[in-house]
């Protein structure tokens, strides 16, 4: 991986180590985070509310995070974002809140949704809005 996404792969390391299913909200173009905890054996899916081309291997389904099908992310043991919108925060916040799945946020910059959950320091500083149950 090149230099520039060192956030990925740290991000990545991270939910290797914790997660056997995890699902990206708003993942864009940028699949690097799923890509690699996919080739590590954990289960993943991706989201986004425009449609996109995964690579081989890595499932996507177009869904809105503010008016979420929650049927599709029941079994999820981690909902998490990379560089999300601000605005999109709360929804992502809530999705996890409404399937019992931790809530971890890599923001843009300085960026942080209200008192910014509790920091997770794995090499880049996440942050997590919401802890299962």
């Given amino acids: 991986m090149g230099s520039y996404k060192h956030i990925e792969e740290r991000f990545s390391r991270y939910i290797i180590r914790k ?8 993942v864009g173009r940028n699949f690097t985070v799923a890509e690699c905890i996919a080739r590590a054996g ?5 989201t986004d509310i425009s449609p996109q081309q995964p690579p081989a291997g890595i499932p996507f389904f177009r869904d809105d995070v503010c008016t979420p099908d929650l049927a599709r992310y029941r079994a999820t043991e981690l909902i998490y974002a990379v560089r999300p919108g601000i605005e999109m925060v709360p929804c992502i916040i809530a999705l996890a809140e ?12 300085n960026e ?12 880049v500083v996440l942050h997590q809005y919401y802890t299962r149950t």
Avoid: K, M, P, Q
């Fill in 98 to 109: 409404s399937v019992n799945a931790d809530c971890i946020i890599y923001h843009l910059g």
């Fill in 19 to 26: 997660y056997s299913f995890a699902t990206e909200i708003g």
């Fill in 42 to 46: 954990v289960a993943v899916r991706t």
């Fill in 112 to 123: 942080i949704y209200e008192r910014g959950g509790r920091i997770i320091d794995c090499g």
